[in-house]
Every structure is written in structure tokens, then in C-alpha cells.
């Protein structure tokens, strides 16, 4: 793409690209203007001006500038010069020495300031980050004589400015010193430095000859003083606007040196699913590609397909391996079901099987699934594994890009596409960006473990829209920004009654509806996913069901019967609930043959190595479980390591007066909506135990809460349910059959696009009640 030559409009000599500098404050300077032009300005000093530098210049301290950093909307930085130039360092965060060295030897310390400056009742000191400086809001009659005597007997200066803002500096150090500094530490041409600033705090920039930009909307006061000088360009336009007709001005003459970015051409699409996996499995039979359903026809996939039905137009953005990411006659777009969906496309991007290994199996599952769900001790990282995962988010991000129509809603799915909204975002500032966690969000301090975390909150932040399950996960989310941004919460509202607040480990009583980082404002929501209640009701009176039923009925022989379906994976507790059923049977031997425990196991996918000692620690606790209690006609616990026909899962929820529900943590836990939904279509009450850290236990009020990590109140919530009477069972099971036909899996795509036409409409839902 070629970028059309500035208009050249002074006698100035030409800035040279290879040699410019543009040393410029962020807020309402770069960090302002019509998106238009602040995407031209990141071109501009993110590849297509090659050679030029970028230094930002700014009052704000460098801990309030480090997030930034990772805002791929804002160009990178070369140099920072930070805290009104008393901070000077490299874009890495490396001191520019000695010029870093020499400032902090002149600072008194901030205790020596505001010991001297107490007896000035009028300044009130600004909470915000810094260093060598002390800043404070002051009414302009504070700047007194005597204020000033006292500034100056400590070494120091005063810088007095939009009427409010008064700094205390080392002597000899404000934003042009400090950039005059920098120019001959890096051997800059000051003929090709341009500064640009709006307020009177950029002052001394422009003091220092150099060529200058005032920006459109600037403080009057700045105007006034830089009128007459020659080399300072008043532009009309705000912002990143301004600066770009100032360069126009001073003669930069460029064309764009071709950058890896996408063509900015609209698709069709109105509404584009960004999902890892095709709402259809693919396989090769007798070498020919075919495509068949999905294996579970309860997952959600079937929801986000009827969000297509009516004519909607879409498109589905997800990987397909091939052996090469450019295979001969790949079919890049296929038709997902003609009849059902005829506006809807997939959009398969081309991985190999290491993309797909390195990106989802290893990185995803060793890196991110751990800090996900709290066991930092298993994290593994590696800086090769996170480029890749870059790399495959980059691809998906471009290919949403050029499927999505003007104005279009982008809906990107789970951790793994974590990093799609940092290269969506600049490619099409149109669009609606929402995202949806189906995992859970860690607390602030295990998420910020990662040592990507500013990237990762980051692209976050360029959503319009982020969904997590619970509200506990939005606060998470919050604390995590809030540790790498300055965040302010704009809207909030209660969680009851539709959530639990103090009766449950995961509680929280308001949660956030929308904050503001960075200039943006991001709407929040909990969305509770749900489980297809129709569905489970016309397979309940299938022939398949009833036989796979009668089957159970008949090795229960009266039993009762305890299910737990869970995939292999360390935070789903296998282990400590075969223990705690184990300690059941010891301290109530009267159970002896009265009961069955029916552990069914999905084995993890293929190529998951990490589970395998697992798998054995499992085998081993049921051998020794059945070995000590077996009788001729009984075993304890029947025990299924394999994959089941959902038919199959229905028909053990049928059986089964007890689900048995207990991860160390979940993102949400679908099974024991399964479950009541199971039960309520055969007309029998369930009774459901469900860990305390699984997302769904704020939302089905009813269940009986334990804590995997407490053994004791495992083994005692298992018995209350074997010894509940029916009354309250009945009673607990309609509560949770309600919420869970009010809240089915339709409902929530529903809600979330609603949701996010709320956030772009400037407002927001709040939590229904249950």
C-alpha cells in the first residue's frame, strides 16, 4: 500500500525520514484525534517511516506509561521521557546513562519536598505514580513568593501549569532540557527533531527552537506563548490529526514502506465467529476429506450456529490442519450447512500439526491452563512457545479482519484466542470486539504470574465488550487490569439474587458492568452458559436412552447410584474424591453394598502428555478402593475410562440419584446442569454436590456446596445427600430445574450479542434476577 506524499506547505527544508525524530506528549497529543489518524501515525512510526525515531514525552510517571507499551494501538517508542523529563530511558525501560544518573544526583528526595512544602496548606499532592519529582493540584494564588523561596533553597524548580498542576523538579529539568539532553546523548540532527504538546506543561519544548506542532483543542496559555515563534506549526486538528498535518508543515515527505498489515477492505459478514475449532469435525476416509457433526450435540456449538438462522450473514474463523499453512487447492471458505445457515461461510485458516501442537496442546495447555485455574506450580514457559501462539492469534486476527463487513460484530472465543482483539483492533477499528471466556479468569495475583500479562490485558482492553461466566471472574479481571493499567470503574450493579454473594467461595455481592483504561471504555458482563434443556428432554424419551437405562437399572439392582462424568485433567479432583469415597466407606461401613459410584473418565485429547501420571494415579486409587471393599455381588465403584455417546451420559444421570460434582476449579461446570436437566425430564428429583469453585455453584441455588480441598466436609456432603431426606430433595432439585430451563444455553448467545449492542450503545445490562 502506498501512502500519499504529505503536502509539502513551508520553506523549511525537508525533514528527512530516515532521520526524523518526533519527540511528543501522550494525552491529548498522540493518545488523541479521530482513529483515522492516529492508525496513520502508528503506520507511520511502526514501520513505514524507516529509520524515524519516536520519543514520548510526558508528565505522566513511567509506571503510568509501561501499559502503553503493550496497547497495539499506539506506535512503539524508541525513548521515554516520563515524570515532566525527570525520567529518561530507552523504549526497553533501560536509563539512558548518564543522563539518568546526573538527574537523579540533583533530587533531594520526595521527603525532603514535602517536609519543606508542609507549611503550604494549599497544595494537596497528587496520588499517582512518579519519581524525582513531587506533584500537586494548587489554585494559581498558591504559586507565591515565599513558595517559590522555599522550591528554590531545595535545588529544585516549580512548574506551575492549566491552572491546577504544580510540579516540583530537580533544578535544570523539565521536557526540553531533558529532550535537548537526549538529542546530543543519541546524536540526533535537531533540523529533523519535531516536538509536538497541547498544555502549558509542554512549554519548554517548544523553548528549545526546535521545529514544533501545537495540536487542535490545545490550552489557550500554550497558544499565547508560542504564537511568535517562527518554528511552531498551530495545527486546527486534535490530536494525532495535528501532528500529522505539522509534519505535512515542516516538509516530511514519505511513502509507506509496506507493512505486514492487512488490506482494509470490508467482507460481508455481519456477525464472525472466532473460534479455534469448526462447527464440524473434519477426517480423511479412504482419502477423501469428508466433514461430519460434532460429537457432542450438546456443546455450543449448535447456539452459536442458530445465531445464523434468519438470514443473518457470518462467518466462522477457524484453524483446519494441513500439511502446510499454504496447501495446493485449499479451500479457504466452505459452506457450513447450505439448508440450515445459507449465509454462513468457514473461514478455515490453514495450521500444521505443529502449529496446532505448539499453539493449543503445549502453550495453551502447559502455559495459560494453569495460571486459568490456580496451579501456577505446573505453569511451563517458554518465550518460543508464546511467539508461536502469537503468530497463529495474528493469523486469526487477519482473516476476521477480511471477513467482517463494516461495523460488524466480532465474536472471539476463549484463552487460546486471547491475543486476536491487540491485532484485530488497528486492522479494523470499526468493528465491535467482543470476547467470551468459557474458562475461568484467575485472581490478579496468579494471572499476573505470566510473564505476559501486560499483552494479555491489553488486547482485552481493546474489546468493546469482555463475558466471563460469574462475576467473581469479572472482578479478577478487574484487579488483573488494574495491576497493569490505571483503571477506573464507571458502572457496576448487585449480583443478587441472581448470583450467590457471601454463601459461596466464588461469591461477590456488585460486579463491574464497565471501566475505562486507556482512554477506552470496556463494557463487562457474567454470562453463565447454559445447557440445551429441549434437547435433553426429547433424547430422554429416545429408545437409545431407555435401553442404555434399563441397562444401568439392572447393575444398580436398587443401589444408589452416585455418577461423576469428568474429563482426565488435574483440576477436576478425581483423585481426592475417589479418596474422600474411599473414607466414606471406612466411617460408614453400613453402606457396604448399598451403594455405587459410577466414575466415568473422558481421556484427554491426543498428544496430551501432561495427564498421564495422572491416569495411573487413578487406576491405582480405584484398584485399591474395590480391592478393600468388594463383595461377590458388589463393587463400589465402576469405573469408566472412555468417551460415551451423549446418550450414554444421559442415561447415567437418569440412573443415578446422586451427581457427584467436585473440580479444585472450573470455569463453569456444564455436567451438573446436564444432570438436573436430566432428572427433571424423567420426572425424579436429583440431588447435586458441587465444589465451591466451580463457576456454576453462585448460579444453582439448591446444590449442596463442599470444598475439595476440606476432606472431612467432601466425605460428610456426600453422606447428607445418600441420607437426604425426599422433601428436600424435591425441593432442592425443582429450585435448580428452574434456574436451569430460565437460563438454557439459547438464552445465553441471545443475552451476549445483546450485551454487546448495549456496550456499543453506551449502556449496560445488569444481572437478571434468577
Not at 253 to 262: M, Q
Not at 400 to 415: P, S
Request: negative net charge; contains cysteine.
Amino acid at each position: 500500500m502506498t501512502m500519499t506524499a504529505l503536502p509539502f506547505r513551508s520553506r523549511t527544508p525537508h525533514l528527512d525520514p530516515r532521520k526524523l525524530v518526533l519527540a511528543t506528549d501522550l494525552d491529548g497529543t498522540l493518545l488523541a484525534g479521530p482513529q483515522e489518524a492516529r492508525r496513520r501515525v502508528r503506520e507511520l512510526f511502526g514501520g513505514g517511516l524507516e529509520g524515524a525515531t519516536l520519543v514520548f514525552v510526558t508528565g505522566r510517571g513511567l509506571e503510568s506509561v509501561m501499559p502503553l507499551l503493550a496497547d497495539p494501538t499506539i506506535p512503539t517508542p524508541d525513548y521515554i521521557i516520563a515524570d515532566v523529563g525527570a525520567t529518561i530511558v530507552h523504549g526497553n525501560l533501560r536509563p539512558v546513562e548518564p543522563l539518568h544518573h546526573e538527574i537523579a544526583a540533583r533530587w533531594p528526595g520526595s521527603q525532603a519536598v514535602l517536609k519543606a512544602l508542609a507549611g503550604f496548606p494549599q497544595l494537596e499532592r497528587q496520588s499517582v505514580p512518579q519519581e524525582r519529582r513531587c506533584s500537586f493540584i494548587a489554585p494559581e494564588g498558591a504559586v507565591t513568593p515565599a513558595l517559590r523561596s522555599t522550591v528554590q533553597a531545595l535545588g529544585c524548580e516549580l512548574l506551575f501549569s492549566a491552572g491546577r498542576y504544580l510540579d516540583v523538579l530537580p533544578r535544570g529539568v523539565g521536557k526540553g532540557p531533558a529532550l535537548r539532553r537526549l538529542i546530543d546523548a543519541a546524536g540526533f540532527d535537531p533540523t529533523h527533531v519535531v516536538v509536538a504538546g497541547d498544555t502549558l506543561n509542554d512549554l519548554s519544548l517548544f523553548e528549545t527552537g526546535l521545529r514544533g506542532v501545537v495540536v487542535g483543542g490545545a490550552e489557550p496559555a500554550l497558544v499565547a506563548r508560542v504564537r511568535r515563534m517562527p518554528s511552531v506549526f498551530i495545527a486546527e486538528n486534535a490530536g494525532c490529526g495535528g501532528i500529522l498535518d505539522g509534519l505535512a508543515h515542516h516538509g516530511l515527505r514519505a511513502h509507506h514502506a509496506g507493512t505486514a498489515e492487512v488490506a482494509h477492505l470490508p467482507g460481508k459478514a455481519e456477525l464472525v465467529m472466532v473460534y479455534h475449532r469448526l462447527p464440524f469435525d473434519e477426517a480423511v476416509e479412504d482419502g477423501v476429506a469428508v466433514r461430519r457433526r460434532p460429537k457432542s450435540p450438546n456443546g455450543i456449538m449448535p447456539t452459536l450456529l442458530s445465531l445464523f438462522s434468519g438470514g443473518r450473514t457470518g462467518s466462522w474463523v477457524a484453524w483446519s490442519q494441513q500439511d502446510s499453512r499454504d496447501p495446493d487447492g485449499f479451500a479457504s471458505h466452505v459452506a457450513v450447512d447450505p439448508e440450515q445457515y445459507p449465509n454462513l461461510q468457514a473461514a478455515r485458516i490453514a495450521l500444521t500439526e505443529e502449529d496446532i501442537d505448539l499453539f493449543y496442546k503445549k502453550f495453551s495447555k502447559e502455559a495459560f491452563w494453569p495460571i486459568i485455574f490456580s496451579f501456577p506450580d505446573r505453569a511451563e514457559f517458554r518465550q518460543d512457545h508464546w511467539e508461536r501462539y502469537l503468530d497463529v492469534n495474528r493469523l486469526f486476527a487477519e482473516q476476521a479482519a477480511r471477513e467482517a463487513a463494516e461495523g460488524a460484530t466480532v465474536w472471539v472465543h476463549d484463552y487460546n484466542l486471547w491475543m486476536v482483539p491487540a491485532f484485530l483492533r488497528p486492522l479494523r477499528p470499526d468493528l465491535k470486539i467482543a470476547f467470551f471466556h468459557h474458562t475461568a479468569f484467575p485472581s490478579s495475583d496468579v494471572f499476573n504470574i505470566l510473564p505476559w500479562r501486560r499483552d494479555i490485558v491489553a488486547s482485552l482492553l481493546q474489546c468493546d465488550y469482555v463475558g466471563f461466566h460469574i462475576p467473581r471472574y469479572v472482578e479478577n479481571f478487574v484487579d488483573a487490569a488494574r495491576s497493569c493499567a490505571p483503571v477506573e470503574v464507571v458502572a457496576s450493579a448487585p449480583c443478587a439474587p441472581r448470583f450467590l454473594t457471601y454463601g459461596c467461595a466464588l461469591g461477590v455481592d456488585t460486579t463491574t458492568t464497565a471501566i475505562e483504561a486507556g482512554g477506552r471504555r470496556v463494557a463487562l458482563g457474567a454470562h453463565p452458559v447454559g445447557t440445551d434443556v429441549a434437547l435433553i428432554g426429547r433424547l430422554m424419551r429416545t429408545p437409545q436412552v431407555a435401553a442404555d437405562l434399563a441397562e444401568i437399572d439392572g447393575y444398580l439392582a436398587g443401589r444408589t447410584g452416585i455418577v461423576s462424568i469428568e474429563r482426565l485433567d488435574y483440576v477436576k479432583g478425581s483423585l481426592e474424591k475417589l479418596q474422600a469415597f474411599e473414607r466414606l466407606l471406612e466411617q460408614h461401613p453400613a453402606l457396604a453394598g448399598k451403594v455405587t459410584l459410577l466414575n466415568i473418565i473422558t481421556p484427554a485429547a491426543p498428544g496430551m502428555e501432561i495427564y498421564d501420571t495422572l491416569r495411573e494415579e487413578l487406576d491405582r486409587t480405584v484398584g485399591r478402593i474395590n480391592g478393600r471393599f468388594s463383595t461377590l455381588d458388589w463393587v463400589p465403584v465402576r469405573y469408566f475410562y472412555r468417551s460415551l455417546p451423549f446418550e450414554a451420559v444421559l442415561a447415567h444421570y437418569a440412573a443415578c440419584d446422586i451427581a457427584w460434582i467436585t473440580p479444585l476449579r472450573d470455569g463453569l461446570n456444564l455436567v451438573a446442569k446436564e444432570y438436573i436437566a436430566a432428572r427433571h425430564a424423567v420426572g425424579k428429583p436429583g440431588v447435586l454436590i458441587l465444589s465451591e469453585f466451580a463457576g456454576a455453584a453462585v448460579e444453582l441455588h439448591g446444590a449442596l456446596l463442599t470444598n475439595p480441598y476440606d476432606a472431612h466436609s467432601m466425605t460428610d456432603r456426600l453422606y447428607r445427600a445418600i441420607t437426604m431426606g425426599p422433601d428436600e430433595a424435591a425441593y432442592r432439585a425443582e429450585r435448580m430445574a428452574a434456574i436451569v430451563a430460565d437460563h438454557d444455553v439459547a438464552r445465553w448467545g441471545g443475552e451476549f450479542l445483546a450485551a454487546v449492542a448495549d456496550a456499543a450503545a453506551g449502556t449496560e445490562a445488569l444481572p437478571e434476577a434468577a
